[in-house]
Nanobody
Framework: VQLQASGGGLVQPGGSLRLSCAAS????????IGWFRRAPGKEREWVSC????????KYTNSVEGRFTISRDNAKDTVSLQMNSLRPEDTAVYYC????????????????????WGQGTQVTVSS
């Protein structure tokens, strides 16, 4: 039972990347999913989340309008489309999951999630 984040890489400022979160051993559709990141020398911070069932989404202010979180139930994945990337978006990105949370809200606290993926590196640099 585990999560795996993928899709990271090196991109120039202004570029785009699409991260994907997949699960093994369980399906994601009944889980609230969060994306977090840890930049060098900083603590892990919440980026975005999507509720289960009703796909209510939420974003931290610094990525609002640039990032989009979405589900693909056919593929059982949750994606984070990242556009207009900036050097300050450089970080290791993690997806996390929590079962049984409200279907119309999603949390932004690290302790609200109990399943975590390994992380994928995103580097924004020219």
């Amino acid at each position: 039972v585990q999560l795996q984040a993928s899709g990271g890489g090196l991109v120039q400022p202004g570029g785009s990347l699409r991260l994907s979160c997949a699960a093994s051993g369980f399906t994601l559709d009944r889980y609230v999913i969060g994306w977090f990141r840890r930049a060098p020398g900083k603590e892990r911070e919440w980026v975005s989340c999507i509720s289960s069932r009703h796909d209510i989404t939420k974003y931290t202010n610094s990525v609002e309008g640039r990032f989009t979180i979405s589900r693909d139930n056919a593929k059982d994945t949750v994606s984070l489309q990242m556009n207009s990337l900036r050097p300050e978006d450089t970080a290791v990105y993690y997806c996390a999951a929590r079962y049984g949370y409200s279907t119309r809200r999603c949390p932004s606290g690290l302790s609200d999630y109990d399943k975590w993926g390994q992380g994928t590196q995103v580097t924004v640099s020219s």
